[in-house]
């Protein structure tokens, strides 16, 4: 690990004690461990039709934590988890907490070698793998392994096995509010994915908020991302989880009807692909009241086609790994606040500071915007050893985003986009963001996503058409032209696509996206200029 985020409280020895200290009351784990002792009997998630109660999830989180304990695992340990979403990948990373070990939900980028390289940068103690993820350990990987399942022929330790035969008495929260908690993966859209490091205070900032205790949070996202972070929440607040294995919108619509889900948060593409599903018309949604889209900035369009589909329930968000929640536009916030909202990220949230900052460094008015710094309690510290990253995203307390922004007459936050995607035409400055909510003006785009090619000075549209449909690549660059100009219409190109190309997150794969126009000699010289 880094050396100046590590505390310089010497590790304690392992106890064994009938309940956490008060002292310790502050770190979520100890927290969250509290709560589910109070109410042994309820049930608390769901998993493959399994109902597991708070006593249940207690005993594994304890017995967990005396078999990493017995592994060497503690304070200033490192715990690496290729999980999927298991009621067992949450008590381990609980129990390593509670000892004192930092944890982190490991992403799963594509190819083996950024894995790998993921994996090396990461640089674990222990990583501990499930049957559906053992495959993904990268070739040649020099990592302690351990396993939770059967059928892992890698002859690793069995965890689950050591864990089962030790008691499920109380252990001693050991964390200490600076040292490391938790790492939270990237999810590697500009690059091998990062792990952006918070000490247990942070953590416990960005978890320990008011949630209602009758929340039944759906997760069918990745541990590895915003899920641990909805789920610490909910169950810290009195609530529970319902655990899906992925995202499907089928599976999904009838698991908000089935568990009766009161909330629910998508990528962006799986919230499109929710509300154009047939299901969506014979399902009683009843129960949700929050369906929380994240992972872009979608145009006003969009927004409304999705609650005229689905109702006053759909809220947005803006934030990041690095930054935590930075402001919310509740469903009320759509409502209230009239056309302007759809292109809002709501207010931003108390405790966080927002600056903007121009091209030249200098400091713009809110009004003017700029590029986006963020400043919290809940913030990440850095990026867990990669130095070079951290200082060019992390100054004096400040995290860069890289997102262009400003705040509106109302105190509303909008998002632009990417800094880097952002291009002056004719004194104006345009994102994709505006042309994505032009072209899902067009009879025939279903879904489109915008990225900016700096190399041929170009936009790349990948856009999916409407069932029966096809993409007009030239009536959508001229859709352009009355909005933005003809030099906009010109830069544009447009190559359509059966589905939009995902990450494994499910956010817009931009690079896929910019392959496309480069496969297809979709560029500026290539297609000449729009017609006028």
């Known amino acids: 690990m880094s050396p100046e985020p590590k505390s310089s409280v010497p590790a304690v020895p392992f106890q064994d004690v009938s309940a956490p200290r008060p002292a310790q009351e502050a770190v979520y784990v100890a927290k969250l461990v509290g709560r589910l002792s109070r109410a042994a009997c309820a049930a608390v998630l769901r998993h493959n039709d399994t109902t597991v109660t708070d006593g249940e999830l207690l005993a594994s989180i304890y017995r967990y934590a005396r078999a990493l304990a017995a592994l060497g695992i503690g304070r200033g340990s490192l715990v690496a988890l290729l999980a999927p979403n298991h009621p067992a990948a949450l008590a381990v990373r609980y129990a390593a907490n509670i000892i004192g070990a930092a944890t982190t939900y490991l992403s799963v980028p594509a190819s083996a070698g950024a894995r790998a390289e993921l994996l090396l940068h990461t640089a674990p103690d222990l990583l501990v793998v499930f049957p559906e993820t053992a495959g993904l350990i990268p070739a040649g990987a020099r990592v302690k392994i351990a396993t939770v399942g059967e059928g892992i022929p890698t002859g690793a330790l069995r965890l689950d096995e050591l864990a089962a035969g030790r008691v499920a008495e109380p252990v001693a929260c050991t964390a200490r509010l600076n040292d490391i908690g938790v790492v939270v993966s990237s999810g590697g859209s500009t690059g091998v994915p990062k792990g952006s490091w918070r000490t247990f205070a942070a953590y416990t900032a960005m978890v320990d908020i008011p949630s209602p205790t009758d929340r039944r949070q759906l997760v069918n996202g990745r541990l590895a991302y915003l899920s641990q972070v909805l789920i610490d929440i909910t169950l810290l607040g009195g609530g529970s989880v319902v655990l899906r294995s992925g995202f499907d919108p089928a599976d999904t619509l009838d698991a908000v009807e089935r568990e009766r889900a009161t909330d629910l948060f998508l990528i962006e593409p799986q919230l499109f692909e929710l509300m154009d599903h047939p299901d969506v018309a014979r399902r009683d949604l009843s129960s949700l009241r929050s369906l929380t889209h994240i992972g872009a900035s979608a145009p006003p369009t969009l927004r409304r086609r999705a609650r005229a589909r689905l109702g006053p329930i759909v809220a947005h968000t803006y934030g ?156 959508c660059r001229q859709a352009v032209v009355p909005a933005f100009g003809l030099e906009a219409g010109t830069r544009l190109c447009v190559a359509p696509v059966p589905r939009v190309p995902r990450t494994e997150q499910g956010k817009p794969d931009r690079e896929a996206i910019r392959s496309l126009g480069r496969k297809d000699r979709l560029t500026l010289g290539s297609r000449g200029p729009a017609p006028s």
């Open 320 to 475: 990041a790994s690095e930054m935590g929640l930075v402001s919310v536009l509740p469903p009320a916030g759509h409502i209230a606040s009239g056309a302007e909202s759809d292109s809002s990220a709501g207010h931003i949230l108390p405790g966080v500071e927002v600056r903007f900052r121009r091209e030249d460094g200098s400091f713009a008015d809110p009004e003017e915007g700029g590029s986006i710094e963020v400043r919290s309690a809940a913030m990440a510290g850095g990026y867990l050893n990669r130095p070079d990253l951290e200082a060019a995203a992390f100054r004096e307390g400040w995290y860069r985003s890289g997102d262009l922004g400003r705040i509106d007459s109302a105190g509303r936050l909008h998002i632009l986009g990417r800094v880097s995607d952002a291009v002056v035409v004719d004194g104006r400055i345009l994102t994709p963001t505006m042309i994505e909510d032009i072209l899902y003006q067009e009879a025939s785009v279903r879904y489109a996503v915008v990225v900016c090619d700096e190399d041929a000075g170009t936009w790349i549209a990948a856009a999916e058409a409407w069932p029966g449909t096809a993409i007009d690549a030239d009536d």
